[in-house]
């Protein structure tokens, strides 16, 4: 008997909805049925979001202080001040940052960057890093990128020394206001069409504010300046940040995977080229191949590697870097692996599923360039909100948090914020320091906290499927018509399919250690290949027959294409329809 590892969960639309949108859209009927099950029912609604055009992306202006942004960046341009771009570490701030550079440099500004050291100087913009770029920089403009809405002690001693500063972020204001030059930050206005802009769609968003003005002005270097040839920094940043791929972040990622492979630039190139990307590059590709690789210089080394790399235009200088992201990241996976273990070995030795509503996890000198991996693995294992430190020689926790869907992390930990030195976030993924003689009581009156907002509900992983489907409708003409659901991420699933009773015809076979791999025969003769993993342990026979939840992609191998099925989990056959 083949056990599920999840709870399996049918979307359970009206099936007449189903098919007036298949007859209207002239779809298939699963992927109307996928379209009905994310709320999509409106046939122009449908197309905008199957055909998600750039002129559909709203006014700059409706950002709060781009009034005021927008004229100091060209009053700096015109003066030829110093821009200095100040930005963050991870894939979001570091794309950020290449953008702006990238951008303002176009329109003839004189820039200097600076990314901090998630060690040496610590998260966002710090007085200790605002002093070194003051006094090594000589800036007479600061903007930054993803990072500094709460900054106000920095924020005020840059206007102490009569520097400029522009905030541009996305991140939840804290509760005492700053008072920059301009603060750019869509949290601060109800804008639920921009509320869920990443860091770097904050930017564009500047960038975008900039040129218009420069083009309404005359000004050359506006009008020959084409913002699309930078959105593939935009698509990276965005998927990478695990925002919702809806509205304007959709149009932003569906518009750069479009340009990025139209016309890859050589940084990118070079990433597909290291991570072994075969055919078209895909939402998949910037959230599980190339980001952890730019994120692999912020966690293991210093963000300055991938900031050059997408700065770079020479192509042996890409390829160098790309190389020594990848040497990065492999340093990573190994470092995250023994962690993980350890937390595991740590979590399992006293978990109880009946009264543990949260996991806290902690040790000493645990990387706090990957706990925030640890974190996210975490959660996939025990479906509750997770919390990683690692404590440093000075006895202080540096952790990652990671939540699940209704717990709101940035909220919940307000409520102990007592037991903290810092913290800050988002909803679903935050940071936090504490000491380590705290971390008992905190993760005591935690569990309380989240105690109160999930019990009742039942955590274990599951799995949401958008209908059942037999083998023999899956064909090349309905994986290309599901690709047009893509880019797929944050709130835009990749649709999972449920198949009754097919039997296992080859294998099974374990692949690289952890995977699995089976075949499945259809009635019409048609031999699938379907791939599981890190399922390399389950249990299963040939010639078993399973009930299984899968994805359809396409497979590339020395330039053949296959149809292959990604499994997300399976069961000994039933007799049921749920």
């Known amino acids: 008997m083949v056990e599920a590892h999840k709870l399996w969960r049918f ?75 100040f930005g963050d570490y991870d894939v979001d701030g570091i794309t950020s940052t290449a953008l702006m550079v990238k951008v303002l440099t176009g329109l003839g500004a004189t820039v200097s960057r600076f990314i901090p050291h998630r060690l040496d100087d610590g998260y966002g913009l710090t007085i200790k890093s605002l002093e070194y770029c003051l006094d090594n920089l000589e800036p007479g403009l600061i903007i930054t990128v993803d990072c500094g809405t709460g900054a106000g002690e920095a924020i005020e001693a840059a206007k102490a020394r009569g520097v400029g500063i522009i905030i541009t972020d996305h991140h939840e204001p804290g509760e005492h206001p700053t008072s920059p030059t301009a603060l750019v930050n869509p949290k601060l206005k109800d804008l639920p069409a921009l509320q869920k802009l990443a860091g ?44 919702p791929l809806q509205g304007e972040n959709r149009v932003l990622v569906q518009n750069g995977l479009q340009y990025m492979n139209r016309n890859p630039s050589p940084c990118v190139k070079a990433l597909v080229h290291v991570a072994g990307i075969k055919g078209p590059i895909r939402g998949y590709h910037l959230g599980f191949m190339i980001g952890p690789r730019i994120n692999a210089a912020g966690r293991m080394a210093h963000p300055a590697t991938a900031l050059e790399l997408l700065l770079a235009t020479a192509a042996e200088r890409c390829a160098e870097l790309a190389g ?202 048609q031999m699938l290949e379907a791939f599981g993993f890190n399922m390399g342990d389950r249990d299963v026979s040939e010639g078993e027959r399973l009930d299984i939840i899968f994805q359809i992609t396409l497979n590339t191998y020395m330039d053949q294409n296959t149809l292959q099925l990604i499994l997300q989990d399976f069961r000994t056959a039933e007799n049921t329809d749920t």
């Open 324 to 525: 020594q992201l990848d040497e990065a990241n492999k340093a990573r996976q190994d470092i995250e692996l023994g962690i993980f273990q350890a937390a595991c070995d740590m979590v399992e030795a006293e978990f109880n599923p009946g009264t543990d509503f949260c996991v806290i996890a902690y040790g000493e000198g645990w990387h706090p360039g990957v706990v925030g991996i640890v974190a996210s693995r975490l959660v996939a294992r025990y479906s509750r909100p997770v919390i990683v430190l690692g404590i440093n020689e000075e006895g202080l926790g540096k952790g990652s948090c990671r939540s699940i869907d209704g717990f709101d992390l940035v909220e919940s930990l307000g409520k102990v914020s007592d037991c903290l030195k810092k913290f800050g976030g988002h909803t679903m993924a935050a940071g936090l320091e504490i000491k380590s003689e705290h971390i008992p009581e905190f993760k005591r009156r935690f569990n309380e906290v989240a105690k109160v907002e999930l019990q009742g509900r039942e955590l274990k992983p599951q799995q949401k499927i958008d209908g059942w489907l037999d083998l023999e409708e899956i064909d090349y003409s309905l994986l290309k018509e599901i690709n047009t659901m893509s880019p797929f991420g944050c709130k835009n699933p990749v649709p999972n399919w449920a198949a009754k009773n097919v039997t296992v015809t080859r294998g099974p076979f374990v692949v690289g250690k952890r995977h699995l791999k089976l075949y499945f025969k259809t009635a019409n003769g």
């Open 200 to 243: 770097c769609g904050v930017a564009f968003k500047l960038c975008h504010a900039v040129v218009k003005v420069g083009r309404d002005e005359g000004r050359a270097k506006a009008e020959s300046l084409d913002l699309r040839d930078f959105l593939y920094l935009v698509a990276m940043g965005t998927v990478a940040d695990v925002v």
């Open 11 to 85: 979307f359970k639309p009206d099936p007449v909805e189903v098919q007036r949108v298949a007859d209207e859209n002239h779809l298939h009927s699963p992927v109307a049925r996928a379209l009905v099950n994310r709320g999509l029912t409106d046939h122009d609604e449908i197309d905008v979001y199957l055909h998600p055009k750039l002129n559909e992306l709203g006014d700059p202006f409706d950002l709060p202080d781009m009034d005021k942004a927008v004229p100091r960046v060209w009053e700096a341009i015109d003066k030829g001040e110093r821009i200095l771009v």
